[in-house]
């Protein structure tokens, strides 16, 4: 079954959904304007149901199909925030509020799952209930937590929850996925070094922080390249070096640093942890300062249950053809907020591909339109095919 004609015919007009929601970019939980979109346009659909404010400004619409006694509930999951970034694409969509872009094509994934909505609500090919997960604050904020223990899954009576995001490099109309751990845990640090500060040419005064921020950042590359197994995998990225003055010629109290690690399995995590603990208090000490690491344990691994994710992979070769899915994939050590859902209902998530593009997070990022079609052919062929009508 290849990408439907419906969806085909309707491409621009969701494209210039994805437009509109690009240009107005929002973070984190504040996404009100995009929500209030979102819900106008699934009661517009006919959705059976449209509830709001699941998870602060989460949005969930119910699309129930021609038939409901097989008694199955699908999940579908979108994320909608965007990034605390400046947008240098130069597009006519650009974002129109400095700071704020969409980096990550959460606006794509919001016009795929919408064209889909729309689709699902106008045929009802199915015998069960679709639910439509539009969620906030995926980038850091915990969204897709805050969305199960509002009580999402049981609510609706979610049996199954399946995600998707699109992958830069990956050509248009490509899948990938993987039955496992497909992507990382997401840990965030923060790192108070603390010395003695005075005058920068009287540095014999002092006790220098930003000598020894500097060697705490050059010391935690040795977690990873002598702690981790070299057959596992992690990361451990310093982000952020903040000094608490912004003078020349003074040496200051106090050094901030920030970032975050990475990794596949619980037993690394917990590695990784215990040896940046003694490695950022250690080399304080041998500076003369002080050091404090707050390490905060932030999105778990996403992990695809193995039937799901080969349930998914054959949908995506219904749309796409065999060829183009990689089933497969290597693990990516980028994290998601969806591996709460997955822990909470049995899943998988999968990237589908936006072709030549800027890399995420990238300032010259933008989610390639082409990518809607396909991506809500995916959806609908999903619930189509997880709860056939006959």
């Known amino acids: 079954m290849p990408v439907l004609n419906r969806l085909a015919d309707r491409a621009p007009v969701h494209a210039e959904w994805r437009r509109d929601i690009h240009r107005h970019p929002e973070l984190d939980f504040a996404v009100e304007r995009t929500a209030g979109i979102v819900a106008e346009r699934l009661r517009a659909f006919g959705c059976d149901e449209v509830v709001t404010g699941i998870g602060r400004t989460g949005v969930v619409g119910v699309i129930r199909g021609r038939a409901t006694g097989s008694g199955r509930v699908v999940g579908l999951r979108a994320d909608m925030d965007a990034l605390p970034m400046t947008e240098a694409t130069g597009l006519p969509w650009a974002s129109a509020t400095p700071g704020r872009m969409h980096a990550c094509g959460h606006d794509g994934h919001t016009a795929m799952l919408l064209g889909a909505a729309e689709h699902l609500a106008e045929t009802r090919n199915f015998d069960g209930a679709a639910v439509l997960i539009f969620q906030p604050a995926e980038e850091g904020g915990g969204g897709g937590r805050e969305m199960v223990e509002d009580g999402l899954m049981d609510r609706f009576g979610v049996q199954e929850v399946y995600g998707l995001h699109n992958m830069p490099g990956l050509e248009v109309g490509a899948f ?9 845990a997401s840990d965030l640090f923060s790192i108070e070094v603390t010395g003695r500060g005075g ?32 057959v596992q995998s992690a990361v451990v990225s310093v982000t952020s070096f903040r000094t608490a003055s912004d003078a020349f010629n003074v040496i200051p109290e ?64 219904d749309v796409v053809g065999a060829a183009r899915v990689d089933a497969a ?20 998530f999968a990237f589908i591909g936006n072709g030549d593009s800027a890399k995420l997070h990238h300032p010259g990022y933008d989610f390639n339109d082409e990518a809607i079609a396909i991506g809500a052919s995916y959806w609908v062929r999903l619930v189509e095919t997880a709860m056939p009508a006959d």
């Open 176 to 184: 990938a996925l993987r039955p496992g751990v497909l992507l990382a």
């Open 199 to 230: 005058h920068g040419a009287q540095p014999h005064n002092c006790v220098d922080p930003t000598v020894a921020a500097s060697a705490i950042v050059l010391a935690l590359q040795s977690v990873v390249a002598r702690n981790v197994d070299p």
């Open 254 to 317: 106090q050094v901030v640093l920030r970032g975050t690690a990475r990794s596949l399995a619980p037993e690394v995590q917990d590695l990784v942890e215990e040896r940046m603990t003694a490695v950022v208090e250690a080399t304080a000490r041998a500076y003369g300062a002080e050091a404090r690491l707050a390490y905060s344990r932030n999105y778990p691994v996403t992990a695809n249950d193995p039937e799901r994710a080969a349930f998914a992979a054959r949908v995506a070769a």
């Open 329 to 348: 994939a290597p693990p990516v050590m980028g994290g998601e907020d969806f591996a709460f859902m997955l822990q909470a209902r049995p899943g998988a």
